[in-house]
């Protein structure tokens, strides 16, 4: 059997030697571009200390309570994004719940069931009528 045509050779031979060269440079100074966005993403307004673009909420409220006390009060001096934090609630799962729960709405009083022995008494029986039906 053939191993494919010319064309085919051809165009393989190239792609693994573009692989070979690598990025170019336009490519290269985007993802350096990139790499410096994601890693100043938060920027303390006091230290200038930067933190990741995946830092959490409660983390930027841990700076701000460990290096810069004084600010634990108003952590929006240190952070814009920290306005809506709440210390008591870092991660933010009781505020998610109460959304999630909407307005709350009057529980359903359940029926009384009536128990077996007054439905006999009533004269019901349990089990329906059966049918007569020709054999």
């Known amino acids: 059997m053939g191993k494919g045509s010319n064309v085919q050779k051809a165009q393989a ?3 693994r030697n573009q692989k070979k060269m690598g ?3 336009e490519e290269r100074r ?3 571009a990139k790499a410096k966005q994601d890693a100043s993403a938060y920027m303390c307004k006091i230290c200038r200390q930067t933190f990741m673009v995946n830092a959490k909420q409660s983390l930027l409220y841990l ?7 004084d600010k634990k009060g108003n952590p929006v001096d240190c952070f814009d994004s920290l306005a809506d934090f709440d210390p ?3 991660d933010g799962k009781n505020k998610a719940k109460a959304a999630a729960a909407g307005p709350v709405k009057p529980k359903k009083t ?3 069931k009536e128990d077996l ?4 008494d009533a004269g019901l029986s349990l089990g ?6 020709k054999k």
């Open 30 to 32: 985007a993802a350096t």
């Open 88 to 90: 008591a609630d870092p």
């Open 117 to 120: 022995s007054s439905l006999l």
């Open 63 to 69: 700076h701000v309570t460990a290096k810069h006390d």
């Open 128 to 133: 329906g009528k059966k049918k007569k039906g």
């Open 23 to 25: 990025k170019s440079d």
């Open 110 to 112: 359940a029926k009384k």
């Open 13 to 15: 031979a190239r792609e």
